[in-house]
């Protein structure tokens, strides 16, 4: 390494992760995203909200915030305040046991 | 990788990264939702909303203008109100020829002239 120029080395593959060591769940999201079960488990889940009705139930929600507040004067962050404590409460059990079944099961396959 | 050994610690980190993913899969659901109905809002696109805030313009239009005391809701001297706003005097005023006669008649005074004009065709009272 040249003395006169003063930086930190390039992380490189066999350096490991200098500043950053991914945690397990990091790495665990990762393998998610790259072996496309994420995007799966995505689709699954939203499938079974707007079969329940829970989609229909959130839109209704922010017609209503809409309405009162006027079209103009409303921000998406605005809207996922409103449907988010609503949303994370009314899944049903069922979507939700199915779904981490679909999980614990992709871990399981992921450790060995 | 490895997990844990402990069976035990196993499952509990098991459940707990479950959960945190399917909340992570939630979230992400529900931004979409919110970012989906924001631009439906925006643009318009909603027509029962747009229809709703019409009908709400509209309803309360006509409360003002019934309200408002120059329209004269029922009847304002000879002259009664329509829904549209529009007023029509109780003997019809406009003014034409008779194909008879030629005279200038008021329309709503044609019918007692035509009886007279027409029995008077050869009378030497003709104009």
């Not at chain 1, 209503?64 to 305040?81: A, H, M, P, Q, Y």
């Not at chain 1, 949303?87 to 199915?98: I, L």
Request: aromatic share 4%.
């Amino acid at each position: 390494m040249r003395g006169s120029v003063n930086r930190p080395p390039t992380p490189e593959a066999e350096d490991g992760r200098q500043d950053q060591h991914l945690s397990l769940q990091e790495i665990i999201n990762i393998k998610l995203v790259e072996s496309g079960e994420k995007e799966r488990l995505k689709e699954l889940l939203r499938e079974r909200l707007i079969e329940c009705g829970w989609r229909d139930e959130m839109k209704e929600l922010c017609r209503s915030f809409v309405r009162k507040k006027g079209k103009n004067n409303v921000t998406v962050e605005d809207l996922i305040n409103v449907i988010t404590p609503k949303g994370r409460a009314s899944v049903p059990d069922s979507v939700k046991a199915e779904l981490l079944q679909h999980i614990r099961s992709f871990l399981g396959s992921a450790a060995l | 990788m490895s997990l844990p050994n402990d069976k035990n610690g196993n499952m509990s980190f098991n459940s707990q990264l479950s959960a945190h993913l399917f909340s992570d899969l939630l979230d992400s659901i529900i931004v979409d939702v919110a970012s989906e109905c924001h631009r439906t809002a925006r643009l318009g696109l909603d027509c029962n909303l747009e229809i709703e805030e019409e009908e709400l313009r509209l309803s309360a239009e006509a409360r003002a203008r019934l309200s408002d005391p120059s329209n004269g809701g029922d009847v304002n001297g000879k002259y009664i109100v329509d829904i549209f706003g529009q007023t029509h005097p109780p003997v019809a005023n406009d003014i034409f020829e008779c194909m008879n006669c030629g005279q200038s008649i008021m329309a709503g005074r044609f019918a007692p002239h035509l009886e007279k004009c027409m029995g008077k065709r050869d009378s030497p009272l003709q104009l």
